[in-house]
């Protein structure tokens, strides 16, 4: 026994303590043992929770630093399954540390899916948490491409591992460079039924090496985007990030029934060219909604195709739908239509945005030589915060393939709706620019309030414009137009005018 071993002096006295107060006397004694005992009981729990794995699925990983005091770690999210076959990306040899290449993991994982029986409802790709470096890969039709928490597709830099493709048929040319143009980091076409999703993995371009090679023009080719799907139908893409894209960002082009929800894109604000966010591209039935996007360059940008290649492919967009952002752009604008618009673009529809630190908030451009048309263009409940120009309609953008386009295809526009255009820190609120050949037709604003910080004489500047106002929204109206009230009695050009409905007129 422990007492037996004490002198005999300290055996009476403990003897004659009670059973609590040698507890006591016991601990006291002691204090330096149980601190020690205790720091080393510590410390072996939170070494064995920093080597923790997650059990299930279909293998066992290190969940990368996360740690408990008490139990045993847990997915903060389980994969859901969402199709009768789910792979792993290491099922595969997927290695995610950053820095081993797992292009043809992926690919392995695409042809497995592709062999799936046609009615058996697809298959399903996940990538675990990691750094997933990789060449581009394409995608295959009824396949679900799941990035977990914490997971990352980081796109290879050197391009010699980038493959080459054609231009695209509507544009003729690389956009940058003629001939060939770059493939995206993440591929498909002529699919049907596709998902890129997950909980809130990333799709990262590293396109830092690619802005920096075409500034100093070192590229002999176009720069590809990050995600394009081409003569594809219903797809998905939601509850992801994708950042820093070497070019456009997510590219759909000529597809249809494309639903795209809760995606952040992210690049920097500056010094990263051309990174623009979604660019719908003779696009038919098309969602775009509850995203936010800050990038190099327009957040959204719809085209349909540049010029004489534009006007003979001859794919609209139309039937778009964009709702619920919040966007930035510093170099452009948040949401853009044109400048290739040659294939025209119609039925669109833009609601619930916040423009926010941006040069500019909506802007629609085109020039003589694009053909093709934009018409029925709606916006509705747009906040502009800290923004220089709010509204801007440009008809001289010349920027073109090559010298062969038609110099008399002149765009046709027509029929542009703005309600509820709020916002403060404003610079100019309006400049709509037609010309003589492409005259802007049919411009409506109501309810529009907007707090300036420039002159007042540079609140609306026009040219070559018919349209309406209605509500004295516009202490002076534009110069060199003809001004009518209800009644059709003439107001002076620039005259200040208190009536309710004011018709423009060239």
Known sequence: ??????????????????????????????????????????????????????????????????????????????????????????????????????????????????KLERNSGGGQLNVPPGRWLTAPFNLTSHMTLFLAEDSEILGVEDEKYWPLMPPLPSYGYGREHPGPRYGSLIHGQNLKDIVITGHNGTINGQGQSWWKKYQRRLLNYTRGPLVQIMWSSDIVIANITMRDSPFWTLHPYDCKNVTIRNVTILAPVTGAPNTDGIDPDSCEDMVIEDCYISTGDDAIAIKSGWDQFGI????????????????????????????????GISNVTIENLLIWNSRRGIRIKTAPGRGGYIRNITYKNLTLDNVRVGIVIKTDYNEHADDNYDRKAYPILSGFSFAGIHGQGVRVPVRIHGSEQIPVRN?????????????????????????????????????????????????????ESNVTDIDYDI
């Not at 609306?460 to 516009?474: E, H, L």
């Open 1 to 114: 026994m422990f007492e037996n071993l004490l002198p005999s002096r300290f055996q009476f006295h403990l003897q004659r303590l009670d059973p609590k107060r040698r507890l006591t006397s016991f601990l006291a004694s002691h204090k330096t043992l149980f601190t020690f005992l205790w720091i080393t009981a510590f410390g072996s729990v939170f070494l064995w929770q920093r080597t923790a794995y997650i059990e299930g699925g279909s293998g066992a990983g290190p969940i990368g630093g996360k740690f408990t005091i008490f139990g045993k770690i847990k997915p903060i999210q389980p994969l859901p399954r969402l199709r009768p076959v789910v792979f792993d990306l290491k099922d595969f040899g997927g290695v995610g540390d950053g820095v081993t290449l797992n292009t043809e993991a992926f690919e392995r994982a695409v042809i497995s899916i592709s």
């Open 443 to 495: 411009v409506t604003f109501r309810d529009m309030s907007v707090g300036l910080t420039y002159k007042k004489k540079h609140i609306f500047q026009c040219s070559f414009v018919k349209g309406r106002v209605f509500g004295s929204i516009f202490p002076r109206p534009c110069e060199n137009f003809d001004v009518y009230d209800e009644e059709g009695r003439l107001v002076k050009p620039g005259a």
């Open 312 to 343: 003979a492919y001859g794919r609209p967009s139309t039937n778009i739908l964009i709702r619920n952002l919040v966007v930035r752009s510093v170099i452009s604008a948040g949401v853009s239509i044109g400048s290739e618009m040659s294939g």
